[in-house]
């Protein structure tokens, strides 16, 4: 039993964790050896400095078993996880806000599906559903501006309720994602809808964290683009629509995976049809230049 009082000072446990750094020794990999070296250190002195209790440690370990349950489809929560605690964004700054003059990079997200449908140039990758409809006409350049021909771009979205086509069952096949290759001006143009704001998924254990320090789940609205040309670095980044919600606010209050970069907040602007290819549209058009 602890005797009650002063409480006992916290043990010097230092020839411990050097006990488990010194047995990565036989790691052939140099740099796992230093990251997995790093995390032993890290945790171990992050359990020392919050002097943490056994039943503090078992819930970690209960929410992080949970955050890895697949629930729903393929989805478990660790992506969300690093999301939502911006260690997502952490790691995208590191690897990409040092290129000046590029286009900014921004995070992957949970709802990418490698090989989305090839579609050609003009055409509608939102399969009929409802929305404000959206024209996009994009040009990839490199860094000097010369345009980028046969760049494979890959597109996905939510639609106008912030549902990604995976989060809807009944759906048939892939809609609001496809892949184009720009043609010799590095240009890509199709139709879809006006993406809104949107809740990442918040029925798990990364919803009860966002709701117990009063947090909302909503990312601003916005398009993602993968694009991968011949000699050049893939870019990740996404767009985000001018004037749309969770753009700016206080922390906590803005969008809820800080993956907001101000130069990727692009005008969307309105127009009246008839649209570039002769479509009639009811209503509003929007034009991304
Ligand atoms: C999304 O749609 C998204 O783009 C990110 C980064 C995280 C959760 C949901
Ligand atoms: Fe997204």
């Known amino acids: 039993r602890r005797p009650t009082g002063a409480a006992p000072s916290v043990p010097d446990l230092s020839a411990l964790t050097d006990e488990v750094v010194a047995s990565f020794d036989g790691y052939a990999d140099p740099r796992g050896r230093e990251l997995l070296t790093d995390l032993v250190r890290t945790l171990h002195g992050y359990a020392i400095r919050n002097d943490l209790t056994p039943p503090e440690w078992q819930r970690a370990i209960g929410f ?8 729903t489809g393929t989805r478990q929560e660790f992506i969300l ?45 939102a399969g009929g559903l409802s929305g404000t409809p959206l024209w996009s006409d994009i040009r990839v350049t490199g860094p000097e501006g010369k345009p980028v021909a046969e760049a494979v771009v ?19 096949g892939p809609v609001l ?27 798990g254990p990364v919803g009860r964290m966002l709701s117990a320090v009063g947090r909302h789940p909503y990312r601003a609205p916005h398009l993602h683009f993968l694009i991968n040309a011949p000699g050049y670095q893939p870019l990740i980044t996404q767009l985000f629509v001018r004037g749309g919600a969770y753009l700016d606010g206080a922390p906590g209050q803005r969008d809820a995976v800080f993956g907001v970069k101000d130069d990727l907040i692009t005008d969307f602007t309105p127009r009246t049809g008839p649209t570039p290819d002769g479509r009639p549209v009811d209503g509003e058009w929007r034009l991304l230049d």
């Open 64 to 71: 992080l078993t949970e955050a890895g349950h697949i629930t």
């Open 154 to 172: 890959d597109v996905w979205q939510s639609n106008e309720d912030g549902f990604y086509d995976v989060q809807l069952p009944d759906l048939e």
């Open 81 to 125: 996880l690093s999301d939502t605690l911006g260690v997502s964004s952490v790691v995208d700054a590191l690897a990409n806000s040092r290129t000046p003059g590029t286009t900014s990079s921004a995070i992957l997200g949970p709802f990418y599906v490698a090989g989305p449908p090839a579609a050609e140039h003009g055409s509608d990758i």
């Open 177 to 203: 994602r496809a892949r184009f290759t720009t043609d010799a001006d590095g240009r890509l143009t199709f139709w879809s809808i006006l993406p809104s704001e949107y809740p990442i998924p918040d029925d």
